[in-house]
């Protein structure tokens, strides 16, 4: 593409480093912008750059949070015995939403993965141990994707709790509520065919 | 969504208010950033703020430029007599990349739309008719999509321009180089057929 100016020329390039999107939507996201009033602009700039300046994360889960203790490790409500361990906030966020767990979150911020350089040192992992090693936690529930990274993490947190007292989980996975058997891959369809749970358990939920 | 933080709250908010991006995609940006290094957010916003407050449009033809007469139009081997009108930027681009012009651009800045409360007024009509009874120019090739919106506006131009000697023509409409016949739309198939050129002419190009 070949601009006729480099004010746009550069805006468009810095929105392209943005995932998921091209030069031509940037272009399409910049020529917007110029057609809306100034203030737009500015209100997301003022926004963006808020965000990135001034975010905390919680000192206890490592979720994101205005205040050094989030809303949800501060609810003296909540079972602090039980960790749910996950990737990053739009995970605490799903959970959140089903209303089905009372405990507490740990937020690794991503999974092990060599490909993308991702360590354990990169993880909150060491500060999850820690806690557990602590005392006061029964049971860890992993949540995290079910993918090669997701279960090599999981495995890694496994190992680092040898000889703790601690139970470790994982959520159950099978065929999606709703969903047509004969269209779920054969991986879930087997697995949910080996952990099938008795059925006047699976009128609770 | 249910967000633990109002910086990140606010900032979905902001960048969700561009066209095309939703509350999800928006979420995955803002923490996409949160994870690069703080530069990048500070080198997308001022480029955002920069573009906003700096861009000028070019005096002549309107196109977006960094300077008070946009390089075409300060061409002085491009051919003044025939304007080419278009919508924005994207299409000047566009035709640029042809290398099948070399006469000027008028960019409208849009088409006349009372759907979207876009009146003749919101566009520079005024000044490509101005331009053209100043003399000068012999003929206006009207670029804007094929829709009703610039069929209006094409129209709404001509009957500007009457009494004047001024030639106007619009882009050829037919079958896309490459396509398929059974696969084209009716109207364009039927349209293509009514304007057949000289089997020669279609050999030039």
Redesign the interface.
């Known amino acids: ?8 020329e ?2 468009v ?3 392209s ?5 091209g030069k031509r ?1 940037a ?8 057609k809306q009033p ?1 203030e ?17 994360f ?1 000192s206890n889960c490592h ?4 205040v050094a203790l ?3 490790c501060a609810n003296p409500k909540r079972d602090a015995s039980t960790i749910c361990v996950v990737e ?3 995970d ?2 799903a959970i ?2 089903t209303g089905q767990f009372r405990g507490m979150y740990h937020v690794l911020g991503g999974k092990i993965s060599p490909m993308e350089c991702v360590g354990p040192q990169d993880l909150t992992i060491g500060s999850l141990v820690g806690k557990v090693k602590q005392g006061g936690v029964t049971e860890l529930i992993f949540a995290l994707s079910s993918t090669m990274e997701g279960d090599t993490t999981n495995f890694y947190i496994f190992k680092q709790l040898e000889g703790t007292a601690v139970k470790t989980s994982t959520i159950a996975r099978g065929i999606a509520v709703g969903d047509e058997l004969e269209y779920a891959d054969e991986i879930t369809l087997g697995r949910s065919i080996l952990n099938r749970i008795p059925f006047e358990n699976s009128m609770k939920a």
Chains 1, 2 share one sequence.
Do not use: W
């Not at 480093?17 to 999107?21: F, K, S």
């Not at 602009?41 to 990135?52: F, M």
């Not at 979720?63 to 205005?66: E, F, M, T, Y």
């Open positions: 593409m070949e601009f006729s100016s480099k004010l746009l550069n805006a390039y810095e929105i480093q943005l995932p998921g999107i939507t272009l399409r996201l910049a020529l917007h912008l110029l100034e737009q602009t500015s209100h997301l700039t003022s926004a963006l750059e808020k965000l990135r300046s001034q975010i905390k919680c979720n994101i949070s205005d989030c809303e949800i990053d906030i739009r605490v966020m959140e939403n």
